[in-house]
């Protein structure tokens, strides 16, 4: 760690790894609640299971990137982040306002929330990722707009990179299309149409710069190549990303009751999404072999690598598999959709979080450049439980998503949709195990920063 002030991301990532395995436990709980339909009832409803599970994700990964930038945006800058003081108070208030809310949906009827919120005054409730209280999502803009302040002042204050530059488009991205949570029209269209500029624009367009800074950063210290040459890849693939991303989004316009020519459009540009993945593996793999040194943090350089591989399978290839309208047409809300989220959500903004996290948290605790040979074993354990889980995890629910496809919706004789659950049953206690799985690596993944931390350093 060169400067003092990288240290407010400390509590950032270890409360963002607390809030990745919540999620996974209500991950579980709702797997079993598919096959064992009564499970925790009336305690922990499917439908509060669900908002929790997603919500969770979203604000472990927003942890992550926030301490993503407050480890890497001092030693891009050369100079002491501009208020250490601040970052942590917008840590502690992000944090209560996020337990508030999860506590919210666990013990109070979603209804009365609302009420209890004061929603009636600006109605921003009831809608899939963005459940959030009005209060809440007025909490995470004052949080948003704090931490853009103080990362900026540091930027301007200091050299300026292109990894900064990137990472600072991609977060001013995240904060200003966060707005549009608070347009709620009447019109259910129009309301579809603008709720993507949220939920669409993070996750395929700004988001995708952030993965992309975070990773050119960790590849710069762990590989030693030039960073003339990791900027230009950046360059071309934040390019390619924001291009495809923001057209593309048109591939959620097939049936909502936009113009037809959405259709042709989303097709096209959502076709070419996996492009700029690709190029990120390509990327990645080049830099490690092109490395001037073998850095004695082995684990970081394997999540950088399983990073650009699984943001490619999950983004580009499951994405690519359902994302043309003809397709689009019969698959359109079935576990092919889940498949592809989790996936690409794990692939490419859960793993570049643990990839950061692997990188910086060593020198966190201490160290001069990466955790004991003992420690990096069972690291590496967790990262492959976890990502061949994850892949398990994605076959089985493409292997319900095709028979729930056929079944309900392409056969002569569509069955009713709970009759095709039924028949899905195998798929999803196979998913279940493979979540087990994952959990247990989640849990060597925390174990491993505590093995072997009297031992030297060592590749």
């Given at each position: 760690?060169?400067?003092?002030s990288?240290?407010?991301?400390?509590?950032?990532?270890?409360?963002?790894?607390?809030?990745?395995v919540?999620?996974?436990?209500?991950?579980?709980?709702?797997?079993?609640?598919?096959?064992?339909g009564?499970?925790?009832?009336?305690?922990?409803p499917?439908?509060?299971?669900?908002?929790?599970?997603?919500?969770?994700l979203i604000?472990?990964?927003?942890?992550?990137?926030?301490?993503?930038?407050?480890?890497l945006?001092?030693?891009?800058?050369?100079?002491?982040?501009?208020?250490p003081?601040?970052?942590?108070?917008?840590?502690?208030?992000?944090?209560?306002?996020?337990?508030?809310?999860?506590?919210?949906?666990?013990?109070?009827?979603?209804?009365?929330?609302?009420?209890?919120?004061?929603?009636?005054?600006?109605?921003?409730?009831?809608?899939?990722?963005?459940?959030?209280?009005?209060?809440?999502?007025?909490?995470?803009?004052?949080?948003?707009?704090?931490?853009?302040?103080?990362?900026?002042?540091?930027?301007l204050k200091?050299?300026?990179?292109?990894?900064?530059l990137?990472?600072?488009?991609?977060?001013?991205?995240?904060?200003?299309?966060?707005?549009?949570?608070?347009?709620?029209?009447?019109?259910?269209?129009?309301?579809?149409f603008?709720?993507?500029w949220?939920?669409h624009?993070w996750?395929?367009?700004?988001w995708?710069?952030?993965?992309?800074a975070?990773?050119?950063?960790?590849?710069?210290?762990?590989?030693?190549?030039?960073?003339?040459?990791?900027?230009?890849?950046?360059?071309?693939?934040?390019?390619?990303?924001?291009?495809?991303?923001i057209i593309?989004?048109?591939?959620h316009?097939?049936?909502?009751?936009?113009?037809?020519?959405?259709?042709?459009?989303g097709s096209?540009?959502?076709?070419?999404?996996p492009?700029?993945?690709?190029?990120?593996?390509?990327?990645?793999?080049?830099?490690?072999?092109?490395?001037?040194?073998?850095?004695?943090?082995?684990?970081?350089?394997?999540?950088?690598?399983?990073?650009?591989?699984?943001?490619?399978l999950?983004?580009?290839?499951?994405?690519?598999?359902?994302?043309?309208?003809?397709?689009?047409?019969?698959?359109?809300?079935?576990?092919?959709?889940?498949?592809h989220g989790?996936m690409?959500?794990?692939?490419a903004?859960?793993?570049?979080?643990?990839?950061?996290?692997s990188?910086?948290?060593?020198?966190?605790?201490?160290?001069?450049?990466a955790?004991?040979?003992k420690?990096?074993?069972?690291?590496?354990?967790?990262?492959?439980?976890?990502?061949?889980s994850?892949?398990?995890?994605?076959l089985?629910?493409t292997?319900?998503?095709?028979?729930?496809?056929?079944?309900?919706?392409?056969?002569d004789?569509?069955?009713?949709?709970m009759?095709?659950?039924?028949?899905?049953?195998?798929?999803?206690?196979?998913?279940?195990?493979?979540?087990?799985v994952?959990?247990?690596?989640?849990?060597?993944?925390?174990?491993?920063?505590?093995?072997?931390?009297?031992?030297?350093?060592?590749?």
């Open positions: 760690m060169k400067y003092q990288q240290a407010v991301a400390k509590p950032y990532f270890v409360a963002a790894i607390g809030l990745f919540a999620q996974i436990l209500f991950g579980l709980i709702m797997g079993l609640q598919y096959v064992i009564d499970f925790l009832f009336p305690e922990i499917f439908n509060v299971a669900r908002m929790v599970h997603t919500n969770l604000v472990w990964i927003l942890f992550g990137f926030m301490g993503a930038a407050y480890y945006v001092p030693e891009e800058s050369e100079c002491e982040l501009f208020s003081k601040l970052a942590l108070l917008m840590f502690w208030i992000f944090l209560a306002a996020g337990a508030l809310t999860i506590l919210g949906y666990l013990l109070v009827p979603y209804a009365a929330l609302a009420e209890l919120t004061g929603n009636s005054l600006l109605p921003t409730m009831g809608r899939e990722f963005l459940e959030q209280p009005t209060i809440t999502k007025i909490g995470i803009v004052i949080v948003a707009l704090a931490f853009l302040f103080n990362i900026g002042m540091t930027v200091g050299r300026k990179t292109v990894i900064t990137v990472l600072l488009l991609g977060l001013t991205g995240l904060a200003v299309f966060f707005l549009f949570s608070f347009f709620n029209p009447d019109n259910l269209v129009k309301d579809k603008y709720w993507w949220v939920v624009l996750v395929e367009g700004v995708e710069l952030i993965l992309g975070i990773l050119a950063f960790v590849l710069i210290k762990t590989t030693g190549v030039d960073r003339e040459v990791i900027e230009k890849w950046l360059y071309v693939i934040i390019a390619l990303a924001l291009i495809t991303g593309g989004t048109g591939h316009y097939y049936w909502i009751g936009t113009p037809d020519y959405w259709q042709w459009w096209i540009f959502s076709a070419m999404e492009l700029p993945f690709f190029m990120m593996t390509v990327f990645a793999f080049n830099m490690v072999n092109q490395r001037r040194r073998n850095h004695p943090n082995q684990a970081a350089v394997l999540w950088a690598l399983g990073t650009a591989v699984m943001a490619f999950g983004a580009g290839v499951w994405g690519f598999l359902h994302t043309l309208s003809p397709v689009n047409y019969y698959t359109h809300g079935t576990q092919i959709t889940a498949a989790h690409a959500f794990y692939g903004y859960a793993m570049v979080v643990l990839t950061i996290i990188y910086a948290m060593p020198m966190l605790n201490g160290r001069t450049a955790n004991s040979g420690s990096q074993v069972v690291e590496m354990w967790s990262f492959w439980l976890m990502t061949v994850m892949v398990f995890i994605t089985f629910l292997g319900a998503g095709v028979l729930q496809t056929y079944m309900q919706r392409y056969t004789n569509p069955q009713p949709f009759v095709v659950q039924g028949r899905l049953e195998l798929f999803y206690w196979m998913r279940e195990v493979a979540g087990l994952f959990l247990v690596g989640a849990v060597l993944y925390i174990i491993s920063f505590f093995v072997g931390g009297e031992e030297p350093e060592q590749a």
